[in-house]
Structures are given as C-alpha cells and as structure tokens.
C-alpha cells in the first residue's frame, strides 16, 4: 500500500490550503486516516484524524480551523485548513491503517506513512 499527498504550497496568514492524501493498492480496508505534521526542529506530532466511521479528533491548535474528511470509494483522505497561520508552517504527513490483500491472497494489516507536503504560511 502506498500513499500519495499532496496539495501543500506557500500560503499567507490567514489563507487556506486543502491537503489531499490517496492510498493505492490492493487494499481491503482503511480503518482510520491521520494527518500529522512537522516543524523545523520539532517533533512531529498529530493534527487531526478520521475513522472509517467518520469520527474525528483534531489537535487543540488546530480545532475549529481545519476539517479532516475521507472518500472512501476512493481511498482518500482530505485536510482542509483554513485561517492559516505562520505557527502551521510544517511538512503535513498522512498515515493510514488498515487491511490489504497480499500477492497470496492474505489479508494483512498495514500502517502506512505518506512521503510528506510542505505547508509554508508567510507573508
């Protein structure tokens, strides 16, 4: 399984980037989706999650200004941030946790990481 993000950029206080993440391949189900993100000498840490059942959690800092959201017909995953700020800058990574059929036909449980999209918030 793998996955793809993208949608990040450079963008000015006070903007909004909508983050996208697909998952390919021969995959049975997604459980949970989560976006994280890191900052130049910081840890990564979670910004928001989504269950297959649609239920959310959203870091504090984030709560109110972004909006996780999944397609699961298409295996994808949304982030929409709105009221951007300079303390958002990071590289969004998202991360998916599910089920997928192996090239023996077994189900296998998967944690999966996407490569990374840089969110840049300046003016």
């Known amino acids: 399984v793998q996955l793809q993000a993208s949608g990040g950029g450079l963008v000015q206080p006070g903007g909004s980037l909508r983050l996208s993440c697909a998952a390919s391949?021969?995959?049975?189900?997604?459980?949970?989706w989560g976006w994280y993100r890191q900052a130049p000498g910081k840890q990564r840490e979670l910004v928001a999650t989504?269950?297959?059942?649609?239920?959310?959690i959203y870091a504090y800092s984030v709560k109110g200004r972004f909006t996780i959201s999944r397609v699961n017909a298409k295996n994808t995953v949304y982030l929409q941030m709105n009221s951007l700020k300079p303390e958002d800058t990071a590289v969004y990574y998202c991360?998916?946790?599910?089920?997928?059929?192996?090239?023996?036909?077994?189900?296998?449980?998967?944690?999966?990481w996407g490569q990374g999209t840089e969110v840049t918030v300046s003016s």
């Open positions: 991360n998916a946790v599910g089920s997928y059929y192996s090239a023996s036909g077994v189900r296998t449980a998967f944690n999966t």
């Open positions: 391949g021969n995959i049975f189900s997604i459980n949970a």
């Open positions: 989504i269950t297959s059942g649609g239920s959310t």
